[in-house]
Nanobody, 118 residues
Framework: VQLVESGGGLVQPGGSQVLSCATS????????LGWFRQLPGKERELVAV???????DYGDSVRDRFTISRDAAKNTVYLQMNSLKPEDTAVYYC?????????????WGQGTLVTVSS
């Protein structure tokens, strides 16, 4: 399963940024698409995940600032990040669950660094 991430880089505090993640997999095989992040010295944590049925989970620290959406036709998920804070600085990883019938596999993108700093 290929996950191609784009976006990331340096942004000022209070600014906005959009990450995108495209998969070559058919949307009919994807149970979930979303984003996790790993802050320096911390474990990977949930940012936002959107599931095939349309329900969405957000991490507590981003719930009111970040919005996840998907373009089913393009098999792409987007993460709109607003009101960014220095503590949002992290490597952001695209995440996918792919249904193979007898099991569900989990997959990760290569990661993209988001740095929030003035």
């Amino acid at each position: 399963v290929q996950l191609v991430e784009s976006g990331g880089g340096l942004v000022q505090p209070g600014g906005s940024q959009v990450l995108s993640c495209a998969t070559s997999e058919s949307r009919f095989n994807i149970n979930a698409l979303g984003w996790f992040r790993q802050l320096p010295g911390k474990e990977r944590e949930l940012v936002a995940v959107i599931r095939a049925a349309g329900n969405i989970d957000y991490g507590d620290s981003v719930r009111d600032r970040f919005t996840i959406s998907r373009d089913a036709a393009k098999n792409t998920v987007y993460l709109q990040m607003n009101s960014l804070k220095p503590e949002d600085t992290a490597v952001y990883y695209c995440y996918a669950e792919r249904d193979w019938g007898d099991y569900v596999g989990t997959y990760w993108g290569q990661g993209t660094l988001v740095t929030v700093s003035s």
